[in-house]
Structure formats: structure tokens, C-alpha cells
């Protein structure tokens, strides 16, 4: 079956960074858009970026662009999100999430906690 597993959540100060991962399984992740999702106390849950099977079409909402990179290797089934200049607002559980075949797949969520 369908697995997603992020890792990589922790505290940090504001500004600093972190690196999420989430390792897939259970489906041929090449072939599949992969998507980062994070949920803020009290908040809905939002998409904040997107990466095509191969890598070559990523998308941003503003609040995002320029400190967060979304990044895939094919091989190793993993997604990543680098994100630096954190700011307390970007304090969120943080979920990857995959359609296959018409259903929705999340994993379990890893925390991000910023400091001011």
C-alpha cells in the first residue's frame, strides 16, 4: 500500500533552516506529482509547493518563494523541502501528500516549530 513518511521537522530559531524529507512507497513514485502541505495551529491545511514526476515544474505561493526549494530523487523515492530563512509564521505541522489513481495519500505530518 501507499506509504509517505516525512522526517526532519524539529525547533529552530527564526531564520534559521531545516530539511524535510518524506520517503515514499507502495507506488512508482517516479510517475507521480508530489506536493508539501503544512497546517498552522487553528489554521486549514495549505499547499505551498508542488514538483512534476521529473522534477522540471515546481510551484510556489508567494509567501514561500525564494526561501523554500522543493526538490525530488527519483531513485531514492524522496521528496525534500529545504527551507531557510524561517520565520515564526512557517510554525506548522508539515505533510506530503500524493494522488495515485484517483486517491489521496498523506503521511503522518512532521513538526516545525520557529522560535523568535
Known amino acids: 500500500q501507499v506509504q509517505l513518511v516525512e522526517s526532519g521537522g524539529g525547533l529552530v530559531q527564526a531564520g534559521g533552516s531545516l530539511r524535510l524529507s518524506c520517503v515514499a512507497s507502495g507506488f512508482t513514485f517516479s510517475s507521480y506529482w508530489m506536493s508539501w502541505y503544512r497546517q498552522a495551529p487553528g489554521k486549514e491545511r495549505e499547499l505551498f509547493a508542488s514538483?512534476?514526476?521529473?522534477?522540471?515544474?515546481?510551484n510556489y505561493p508567494d509567501s514561500v518563494k525564494g526561501r523554500f526549494t522543493i526538490s525530488r530523487d527519483n531513485a531514492k523515492n524522496t521528496v525534500y523541502l529545504q527551507m531557510n530563512s524561517l520565520k515564526p509564521d512557517d510554525m506548522a505541522v508539515y505533510y506530503c501528500?500524493?494522488?495515485?489513481?484517483?486517491?489521496?495519500?498523506w503521511g503522518q505530518g512532521t513538526q516545525v516549530t520557529v522560535s523568535s
Open positions: 514538483i512534476s514526476s521529473v522534477g522540471n515544474s515546481i
Open positions: 501528500q500524493v494522488f495515485v489513481k484517483g486517491y489521496e495519500y
